[in-house]
């Protein structure tokens, strides 16, 4: 199998061709969806570090516009390791990234993953308004709403959006999911949803089970 040991390292690095060259020779030997699922995870592990050199100054905008450039490739192109055939239907889910965060990368990773598992799913997109969840909820009569979210501030826009989904009276209908590099357990219990996760994999796991499967 492909050497993934490099992976995180040459995508902190924004070593374009380091990254790419790994993930082709991986879709070269046909690898499944553990692998696809590993590369993803250290691809994540390397824009932790990009993060971490733009608060040190070391990075700028256009760095970070770089790397979500190179990830959106380099997931792309995993997306086939990654499918499957699932025809069964697990469920109806609404997923946004909420208020104030326009981040989208790891909402896509997780909208493909768990379509992939058998959810229908509506994106309603980026830096969305409470009431642009509740009116979706409304309209595709969805049992399972995910939100995204990567900026400190976007914890408090999920609470905002849980307590909309409250006052609307479809909490108690709903399971409610959030990921992005800022949630936690604590965050989770603060917000009021009903799990939260950093792993697209996990994400999808935790929705499968809810589902039953
Ligand atoms: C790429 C990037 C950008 C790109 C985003 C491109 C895009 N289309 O998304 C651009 C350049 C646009 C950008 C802009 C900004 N960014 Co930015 N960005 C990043 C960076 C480097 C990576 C984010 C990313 O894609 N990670 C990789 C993905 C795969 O990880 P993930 O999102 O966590 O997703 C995974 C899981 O969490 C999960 N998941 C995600 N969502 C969901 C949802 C559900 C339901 C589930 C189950 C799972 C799930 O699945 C994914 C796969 O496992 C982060 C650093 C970091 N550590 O996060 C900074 C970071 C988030 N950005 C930051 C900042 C400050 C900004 C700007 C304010 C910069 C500026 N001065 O303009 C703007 C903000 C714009 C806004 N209002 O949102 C800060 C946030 C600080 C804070 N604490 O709030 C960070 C942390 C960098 C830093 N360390 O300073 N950014």
């Not at 993930?23 to 692998?35: F, H, P, Q, R, S």
């Not at 990830?71 to 792309?76: C, F, G, P, R, Y």
Request: aromatic letters at 6%; charged letters at 25%; a negative charge.
């Amino acid at each position: 199998m492909a050497d993934l040991s490099n992976l995180a390292q040459f995508m902190g690095d924004l070593d374009e061709e380091g990254v790419l060259g790994i993930i082709d020779k991986l879709v070269e030997e046909g690898a499944g969806a553990n692998e696809g699922n590993e590369a993803i995870m250290e691809l994540q592990k390397g824009m932790n570090t990009v993060g971490d050199l733009f608060e040190k100054g070391e990075y700028f905008v256009g760095d970070l516009i770089f790397a979500g450039e190179i990830l959106t490739e380099a997931i792309e192109k995993c997306k086939p390791l990654i499918a499957g055939t699932t025809t069964e239907k697990l469920g109806v889910m609404v997923l946004g990234t909420v208020h104030g965060d326009l981040h989208d990368i790891g909402k896509n990773i997780f909208k493909n993953m768990v379509e992939i598992a058998g959810f229908e799913v509506h994106d309603i997109g980026i830096d969305q308004a409470p009431e642009a969840f509740v009116d979706k909820i409304k309209e595709t009569g969805a049992g399972y709403v995910g939100m995204s979210g990567v900026l400190t501030l976007a914890l408090d826009s999920m609470r905002e959006t849980v307590d909309a989904l409250k006052e609307a009276g479809l909490r108690d209908k709903l399971k409610v999911i959030i990921g992005g590099n800022c949630v936690t357990a604590e965050a989770c219990k603060t917000i009021g949803a009903d799990a939260w996760t950093t792993n697209a994999a996990e994400g999808v796991r935790i929705c499968k089970g809810w589902a039953g499967k």
